[in-house]
Antibody
Framework: VQLEESGGGLEQPGGSLRLSCSAS????????MNWVRQAPGKGLEWISF????????YYADSVKGRFTISRDNARNLLYLQMDSLRVEDTAVYYC????????????WGQGTTVTVSS | SYVLTQPPSVSVAPGQTARISCGGN??????VHWNQQKPGQAPVLVVY???DRPSGIPERFSGSKSGNTATLTISRVEAGDEADYYC???????????FGGGTKLTVL
C-alpha cells in the first residue's frame, strides 16, 4: 500500500499547478482521501478532503475557492488543482488516506514540493 | 475554529517515559490521532482513535485521554523515537481536520 505525489515545482504568484497522487496496493475510490501541506520549518496543515463516494469535498479556509480536489477512478489517481497561487502556498504537499469515521491518516505519500515565487 | 495545543518540546533520557500532551475543548468527545514525523520524512500514524495502534507500531506507543487533554505516551524511549509528534482530530462541527502545532521530542 503506497501513495506517490507528483506535479510540484516552481510557479509564479497567480499561476496554477495540478498535483497528482498515485495509489498502489489499494483502490482510491474505496477510501476517503486528504491533502495536507507543510510550509518550510512549520507544522502540518490539512487543506482538503474527498469522501470515498466522490460527492463530498471539504477545504480549509486558506484554500477555499482556489484549490479543487478530484479523483480519476479509472487511473486510480487523486488530484489537487491549485489556482491563484500565493507565496504562502509554498510547501511540501502530501496526499494521505483517511481511515474510519474520524479520518485518521493511515497512509501518507512522500510529498511533492511547491514553490510559489516571482 | 477548533484549536489543539501541544507543548513545543519535550526532552527525555533513553529508557525513560515520554509524555506528550494535546489540549482542546471537548476533546473527550473527539477521536484523537497521533502522527510521528522524523526529519526529512513523511508523517507516520502511530496511534488512532485515542488508543489504537496501527500494525507495525511498537507497543511502547500508547494513547489516552483525560478531561480536556489527550496524551501520547512513549515507554522505554529510544534514540530512534526522536521526531516531531502531531495530534490530530476531525472536527465534525466544521468538517475540517485539525492538527496540533507539533511537539519536538528530543532524546538526551
Amino acid at each position: 500500500v503506497q501513495l506517490e505525489e507528483s506535479g510540484g515545482g516552481l510557479e509564479q504568484p497567480g499561476g496554477s499547478l495540478r498535483l497528482s497522487c498515485s495509489a498502489s496496493g489499494f483502490t482510491l475510490s474505496n477510501y476517503d482521501m486528504n491533502w495536507v501541506r507543510q510550509a518550510p520549518g512549520k507544522g502540518l496543515e490539512w487543506i482538503s478532503f474527498l469522501k470515498s463516494s466522490g460527492r463530498t469535498r471539504y477545504y480549509a479556509d486558506s484554500v477555499k475557492g482556489r484549490f479543487t480536489i478530484s479523483r480519476d477512478n479509472a487511473r486510480n489517481l487523486l488530484y489537487l488543482q491549485m489556482d491563484s497561487l500565493r507565496v504562502e502556498d509554498t510547501a511540501v504537499y502530501y496526499c494521505a488516506r483517511g481511515l474510519g469515521n474520524y479520518n485518521a491518516l493511515d497512509v501518507w505519500g512522500q510529498g511533492t514540493t511547491v514553490t510559489v515565487s516571482s | 475554529s477548533y484549536v489543539l495545543t501541544q507543548p513545543p518540546s519535550v526532552s527525555v533520557a533513553p529508557g525513560q517515559t515520554a509524555r506528550i500532551s494535546c489540549g482542546g475543548n471537548y476533546i473527550a468527545t473527539k477521536s484523537v490521532h497521533w502522527n510521528q514525523q522524523k526529519p526529512g520524512q513523511a508523517p507516520v500514524l502511530v496511534v488512532y482513535n485515542d488508543d489504537d495502534r496501527p500494525s507495525g507500531i511498537p507497543e511502547r506507543f500508547s494513547g489516552s485521554k483525560s478531561g480536556n487533554t489527550a496524551t501520547l505516551t512513549i515507554s522505554r524511549v529510544e534514540a530512534g523515537d526522536e521526531a516531531d509528534y502531531y495530534c490530530q482530530v476531525w472536527d465534525g462541527n466544521s468538517d475540517v481536520v485539525v492538527f496540533g502545532g507539533g511537539t519536538k521530542l528530543t532524546v538526551l
